[in-house]
C-alpha cells in the first residue's frame, strides 16, 4: 500500500473516531437534557456554566450543594487533538507518557486515556469520578485548545434557585439558559469564531 494510501486510511479512521465522539456526546447530552426537561418546565431556566468565561478555579467543586458537584468535566472531541502529550491528562513534570497514576493530572484519575493509533490517544471523561474541580481544564487550555470544559449536568443539578456556585464564581461564568438549551458545548465553534453559537439569554 502506498504511502498516500495509508496516510489516507489513518484520516478517514480518525475521522471516523471524531465523528462517533461526537454522535456519542450530542446523543448523552440529549438524553440528559431530556431528563432535565421533565425536571423542570420547558418555559424554565436552569443554571450552565459559558466555558469562555471560565477560569477553572476549583470553586464548582467545593460549593455546590451536591457531593460531589453537579457541574463536570466534558470533552468536545472536535477540538481535540487526540495528543499523546496531553496537557490535560499528564502533570506537567510526569515521568512518563503513561497511564500510571503518578503521571496523571487529575486527581481522582477520572480521565481515561486510551491509545488510537501512532501517533493518537483518545480521551474519555469517567463523570462519576469527577468531581468538578477544573484541573484537567486549566491544563488543556494552558497546553492545548481547551477540549476539556466543564458543565452543569442537569441530570445531577436540583437547580438552586440561588446556585451556589454562582454567587462565588470570581469570572462571572454562570448564567441562566433555557431549560430546553441547558448546555453551551464547545465544539465546532470557537469563541471568536463567525460560527459561534450565541448562549441563549433568558
Given at each position: 500500500?502506498?504511502?498516500?494510501?495509508?496516510?489516507?486510511?489513518?484520516t478517514?479512521?480518525?475521522?471516523?473516531?471524531?465523528?462517533?465522539?461526537?454522535?456519542?456526546?450530542?446523543?448523552?447530552?440529549?438524553?440528559?437534557?431530556?431528563?432535565?426537561?421533565?425536571?423542570?418546565?420547558?418555559?424554565?431556566?436552569?443554571?450552565?456554566?459559558?466555558?469562555?468565561?471560565?477560569?477553572?478555579?476549583?470553586?464548582?467543586?467545593?460549593?455546590?450543594?451536591?457531593?460531589?458537584?453537579?457541574?463536570?468535566?466534558?470533552?468536545?472531541?472536535?477540538?481535540?487533538?487526540y495528543?499523546d502529550?496531553?496537557?490535560?491528562?499528564?502533570?506537567?513534570?510526569?515521568?512518563?507518557?503513561?497511564?500510571?497514576?503518578?503521571?496523571?493530572?487529575?486527581?481522582?484519575?477520572?480521565?481515561?486515556?486510551?491509545?488510537?493509533?501512532?501517533?493518537?490517544?483518545?480521551?474519555?471523561?469517567?463523570?462519576?469520578?469527577?468531581?468538578?474541580?477544573?484541573?484537567?481544564?486549566?491544563?488543556?487550555?494552558?497546553?492545548?485548545?481547551?477540549?476539556?470544559?466543564?458543565?452543569?449536568?442537569?441530570?445531577?443539578?436540583?437547580?438552586?434557585?440561588?446556585?451556589?456556585?454562582?454567587?462565588?464564581?470570581?469570572?462571572?461564568?454562570?448564567?441562566?439558559?433555557?431549560?430546553?438549551?441547558?448546555?453551551?458545548?464547545?465544539?465546532?465553534?470557537?469563541?471568536?469564531?463567525?460560527?459561534?453559537?450565541?448562549?441563549?439569554?433568558?
Amino acid at each position: 500500500m502506498s504511502n498516500e494510501k495509508q496516510e489516507n486510511k489513518r484520516t478517514s479512521r480518525r475521522e471516523f473516531i471524531q465523528k462517533s465522539m461526537r454522535i456519542g456526546l450530542g446523543v448523552g447530552l440529549t438524553a440528559v437534557g431530556g431528563l432535565a426537561a421533565f425536571r423542570v418546565h420547558a418555559e424554565d431556566s436552569v443554571w450552565q456554566l459559558d466555558p469562555f468565561k471560565c477560569v477553572a478555579c476549583g470553586r464548582c467543586a467545593d460549593y455546590c450543594v451536591m457531593t460531589p458537584s453537579a457541574v463536570k468535566c466534558v470533552h468536545a472531541f472536535d477540538l481535540c487533538g487526540y495528543c499523546d502529550l496531553c496537557g490535560g491528562y499528564l502533570k506537567p513534570n510526569s515521568n512518563a507518557r503513561s497511564t500510571a497514576a503518578e503521571n496523571q493530572l487529575c486527581p481522582t484519575s477520572a480521565i481515561r486515556r486510551k491509545f488510537v493509533e501512532e501517533p493518537y490517544f483518545e480521551y474519555e471523561i469517567e463523570e462519576d469520578l469527577c468531581i468538578g474541580c477544573g484541573v484537567c481544564v486549566k491544563g488543556c487550555t494552558a497546553f492545548g485548545n481547551g477540549s476539556l470544559h466543564l458543565q452543569v449536568r442537569h441530570n445531577l443539578c436540583v437547580n438552586c434557585n440561588e446556585c451556589s456556585i454562582a454567587r462565588v464564581c470570581p469570572a462571572d461564568a454562570f448564567q441562566r439558559v433555557p431549560a430546553s438549551s441547558p448546555y453551551l458545548i464547545k465544539g465546532e465553534w470557537t469563541k471568536d469564531s463567525k460560527n459561534k453559537k450565541q448562549p441563549p439569554t433568558e
